[in-house]
């Protein structure tokens, strides 16, 4: 059973609008949540990340909110460019010293239209 | 250049037929994994090692192996691959994080797509 989902598989915006994504989980354990971006025919980078002792975290056009009571996080991208058309993770992990296993959601498409 | 480096790329193979994916990477880190991507299913770890001779198993290891015998690398091993096998498989290192808990985030290579028929 997925732990973390990503309901919407994809979503268009047009350029300088807001894009907003949205991911849930179900683990209460999980206190590490991820946003990885995925260009085709290569592998994911890395985004932003949060830990579940703040709610908001932010660097530059990407800001990642998390709301712990109800098991849910979402990037926002202000302004949405172009070459921000990407697939994109969420994932969660549990901060147990020495571990690091990842939990993916299925990704959101997203197509930022010129 | 740091970077994850994984071969092939592409492969097709047949069912039965032993395999390895190679995966080395050039930043010395403690902590490696591999992941498959399905369609519908996101990214799930297969196996991943925390350092060099220790391995331990994600969430989906039926079917494969892995060995760490050196740091910089981490071959996927599949001894009799099946067509369910058949996906794009991502091996990934960073940073192990440490007594503090704050976790590292993971480079990934460039993604390897296995077909087997």
């Known amino acids: 059973d997925q732990q973390v989902k990503q309901n919407s598989p994809s979503l268009s915006v047009q350029e300088g609008r807001i894009s907003i994504l949205n991911c849930d989980y179900t683990?209460?354990?999980?206190?590490?949540f991820l946003w990885y971006k995925k260009y085709p025919a290569e592998g994911p980078t890395f985004l932003i990340s949060?830990?579940?002792?703040?709610d908001k975290n932010e660097d530059g056009r990407f800001t990642v909110f998390l709301n712990k009571s109800a098991k849910h996080l979402s990037l926002h991208i202000v302004p949405s460019q172009p070459g921000d058309s990407a697939v994109y993770f969420c994932?969660?992990?549990?901060?147990?010293?020495?571990?690091?296993?990842?939990?993916f959601g299925t990704g959101t498409r997203l197509t930022v239209i010129p | 250049e740091a970077q994850v480096t994984q071969n092939p790329r592409y492969l097709i193979t047949v069912t039965g037929k032993k395999l390895t994916v190679t995966c080395s990477q050039n930043?010395?880190?403690?902590?490696m994994s591999w992941y498959r991507q399905d369609p519908g299913l996101g990214l799930r770890q297969i196996y991943y090692?925390?350092?060099?001779?220790?391995?331990d198993k994600g969430d989906v290891p039926e079917g494969y192996k892995v060995s760490r015998k050196e740091k910089r690398n981490f071959p996927l091993i599949l001894e009799s691959p099946s067509p369910n096998q058949t996906s794009l498989y991502f091996c990934a290192s960073s940073l192990s994080s440490g007594a503090s808990g704050i976790k590292k985030s993971e480079f990934f290579g460039p993604g390897t797509r296995l077909t087997v028929l």
């Open positions: 930043m010395n880190h403690e902590y």
């Open positions: 683990n209460s354990m999980f206190d590490y």
């Open positions: 090692s925390m350092n060099v001779e220790v391995t």
């Open positions: 949060i830990s579940s002792i703040k």
């Open positions: 994932a969660a992990s549990v901060s147990e010293a020495g571990a690091n296993n990842l939990f």
